[in-house]
């Protein structure tokens, strides 16, 4: 069974980083064909994608967050870890990791491991 766990401080400072990781088990993160993704929820804007890193090779972040994201794997933790700098109250939310996979020899995509979720609060 694959397992995701998210984990990180629960709140942090404005203009400072906010720092998670995701622990996996059931799975290698450089196993094969998946993309290690965070999504984050808040009341105001729903499910919003982050960003992924790839089994192998490079991230990739949404447009409205490449500025100040990062996204990078631990493989001898078998963990992938997000950053985001600057952080400000509007990056207030639900924090997820995911798996991203494959449906149908690439015509779809599906999410089908996910981590709880970490609330995390952007406050002084």
């Known amino acids: 069974q694959v397992q995701l766990q998210e984990s990180g401080p629960g709140l942090v400072e404005p203009s400072q980083t906010l720092f998670l990781t995701c622990t996996v088990s059931g799975a290698s993160i450089t196993g094969g064909y998946y993309y290690w993704s965070w999504i984050r929820q808040s009341p105001g804007k729903g499910l919003e994608w982050i960003g992924y890193?790839?089994?192998?090779?490079?991230?990739y972040y949404s447009p409205s967050l490449n500025g100040r994201t990062s996204i990078s794997r631990d493989t001898s933790k078998n963990q992938f870890t997000l950053q985001l700098s600057s952080v400000t109250p509007e990056d207030t939310a639900v924090y997820f990791c995911?798996?991203?996979?494959?449906?149908?020899?690439?015509?779809?995509?599906?999410?089908?491991?996910w981590g709880q979720g970490t609330q995390v609060t952007v406050s002084s």
């Open positions: 890193i790839p089994y192998i090779g490079s991230s």
């Open positions: 995911a798996r991203r996979g494959t449906i149908a020899g690439g015509t779809g995509i599906l999410y089908d491991y």
